[in-house]
């Protein structure tokens, strides 16, 4: 059973461009979550995919967007990149999207990405 | 809007000393709470969850919901305990949406 893999491990980018994380769920985990974590602060949720739509939503901009794929794998999309978005941003699939399988989230090890 | 709250940033003990990693959250509906736990270079996992009502490597946790809080006890520190422990929390129909609190890095020291 392989866990849940992110790639790019860490990526540094510039104000203004755009970027595209990469996550592949756990084996038969089909909801895929995403969290941003500022340096010093808890995960924030950015929001969660199943069956491939955008199903929750937290307080973040539509310049970030996602996708999930057929394979339950998933990306996060973030365009004009401002400073504030340096962060580690972690990707978390579930079992299940409701009761109590929902509950059992099972993380990346997260990309860094730094904003210059 | 639900919030979570991790008074200390920084909890250092002694080996053999108690534990209690305070947490508290608002929330105007039945919440599920959960400690995660990120042991160093490793990710984050979780520790356990208030329905479960177990006890996990000697942790255990109530949902007070008077005092709305969630502390996190263990009777006797042990070296390898020192992680960043975070507290979550999810609204009902919320999915896998979880609200963290700030996280409080515990220190066994011996």
């Known amino acids: 059973e392989t866990g849940v893999t992110q790639s790019p491990t860490h990526l540094i980018k510039t104000r203004g461009q755009q970027v595209t994380l990469r996550c592949s769920s756990q084996?038969?985990?089909?909801?895929v979550s995403w969290y941003q974590q500022a340096l010093g602060q808890g995960p924030q949720f950015i929001f969660q995919?199943?069956?491939?739509?955008?199903?929750g939503r937290g307080n973040f901009p539509p310049r970030f967007s996602g996708l999930q794929f057929p394979n339950y794998s998933s990306e996060l999309n973030v365009n004009a990149l401002e400073l504030d978005d340096s962060a580690l941003y972690l990707c978390?699939?579930?079992?299940?999207?409701?009761?109590?399988?929902?509950?059992?989230?099972?993380f990346g090890a997260g990309s860094r990405l730094t904003v210059l | 809007a639900q919030r979570v709250t991790q008074p200390e940033k920084l909890l250092s003990v002694f080996k053999g000393a108690p534990v209690e990693l305070k947490c508290n959250y608002s929330?105007?509906?039945?919440?599920?709470l959960f400690w995660y736990v990120q042991y160093s270079r490793q990710r984050l996992q979780l520790l356990l969850r208030?329905?479960s009502r177990e006890s996990i490597k000697g942790f255990t946790a109530d949902l007070n919901k008077g005092e709305t809080s969630f502390h996190l006890k263990k009777p006797f520190a042990q070296e390898e305990d020192s992680a960043m422990y975070y507290c979550?929390?999810?609204?009902?129909?919320?999915?896998?949406?979880?609200?963290f609190g700030t996280g409080t890095q515990l220190k066994v020291e011996l």
């Open positions: 979550a929390l999810r609204s009902s129909g919320g999915g896998n949406k979880l609200t």
């Open positions: 995919y199943y069956r491939e739509e955008e199903n």
């Open positions: 084996s038969g985990h089909n909801t």
């Open positions: 978390a699939s579930s079992p299940t999207i409701t009761g109590n399988g929902a509950n059992v989230l099972t």
């Open positions: 929330y105007s509906g039945s919440p599920e």
């Open positions: 208030h329905i």
